[in-house]
């Protein structure tokens, strides 16, 4: 695979392209012979070539970034597919990384790429039923309550697909994945000012589309 030549997927450069690393599953099972070492190092070791601290990495990551994709594609298979472009564009542009965020923050902004790119690809508008699975709930609670429950994630998961994926992304981070402005900004690749207005309007929308549940 050394011999493939082309621009990167993100990129647009004319480099050669690095050989596509074996597939993620065999990644995932890799024996993690670096698992102490944290992810500047593995990221380092990566982009000269080791597959085994790429498997550590794409390991410690892939649970958060395929919620991510989940919530802004809105069905699992998709968002599969966009981790998995996005963890084969890492790998690719892992030598052109200059470690000026965390590895982490990276590979959020890629996958949103990836993301955001597949909408702006997709043929029809999302199907409002095509919504995530809503989040477990308390095993103890009354099964009224546990319907209750269930039906206001739910209305959440519409509520927050039918709002722009500029503004979703923004409250995903935020809201479900704990960034920070500065850090939502580098992912989207935008101004803190900016991030903080798209804040403002998923709330609000949200809100508003919520009310009825309050």
């Given at each position: 695979?050394?011999?493939?030549?082309?621009?990167?997927?993100?990129?647009?450069?004319?480099?050669?392209?690095?050989?596509?690393?074996?597939?993620?599953?065999?990644?995932?099972?890799a024996?993690?012979?670096?698992?102490?070492?944290?992810d500047?190092?593995?990221?380092?070791?990566?982009?000269?070539?080791?597959e085994?601290?790429?498997?550590?990495?794409v390991?410690?990551?892939s649970?958060?970034?395929?919620a991510?994709?989940?919530y802004?594609?809105?069905?699992?298979?998709d968002?599969?597919?966009?981790?998995?472009?996005?963890?084969?564009?890492?790998?690719?542009?892992?030598?052109?990384?200059?470690?000026?965020?965390?590895?982490?923050?990276?590979?959020?902004?890629?996958?949103?790429?990836?993301?955001?790119?597949?909408?702006?690809?997709?043929?029809?508008?999302?199907?409002?039923?095509?919504?995530?699975?809503?989040p477990a709930?308390?095993a103890?609670s009354?099964?009224?309550?546990?319907?209750?429950?269930?039906?206001?994630?739910?209305?959440?998961?519409?509520?927050?697909?039918?709002?722009?994926?500029?503004?979703?992304?923004?409250?995903?981070?935020?809201?479900l994945?704990?960034?920070?402005?500065?850090?939502i900004?580098?992912?989207?690749?935008?101004?803190?000012?900016?991030?903080r207005?798209?804040?403002?309007?998923?709330?609000?929308?949200l809100?508003?589309?919520?009310?009825?549940?309050?």
């Amino acid at each position: 695979m050394r011999n493939q030549t082309g621009p990167s997927p993100l990129h647009g450069t004319t480099r050669p392209l690095r050989p596509a690393p074996r597939t993620l599953a065999c990644l995932a099972a890799a024996p993690d012979t670096l698992r102490d070492a944290d992810d500047r190092v593995l990221a380092i070791r990566a982009s000269e070539g080791d597959e085994e601290a790429f498997a550590l990495l794409v390991r410690r990551h892939s649970s958060r970034l395929l919620a991510l994709a989940q919530y802004l594609l809105g069905n699992r298979a998709d968002a599969e597919d966009a981790v998995q472009d996005a963890f084969l564009s890492a790998w690719r542009r892992l030598p052109d990384f200059r470690h000026t965020s965390s590895f982490g923050t990276w590979m959020y902004r890629i996958v949103t790429n990836c993301c955001l790119n597949a909408l702006r690809n997709r043929p029809q508008p999302l199907s409002l039923d095509a919504v995530p699975e809503p989040p477990a709930v308390d095993a103890d609670s009354s099964p009224p309550r546990m319907a209750e429950t269930r039906a206001a994630a739910a209305a959440l998961m519409r509520a927050l697909l039918e709002i722009g994926p500029e503004l979703r992304v923004c409250w995903v981070l935020r809201e479900l994945h704990g960034l920070h402005y500065e850090e939502i900004a580098l992912v989207v690749g935008t101004t803190e000012q900016t991030v903080r207005g798209r804040l403002f309007r998923a709330r609000r929308a949200l809100m508003e589309a919520m009310r009825p549940w309050r």
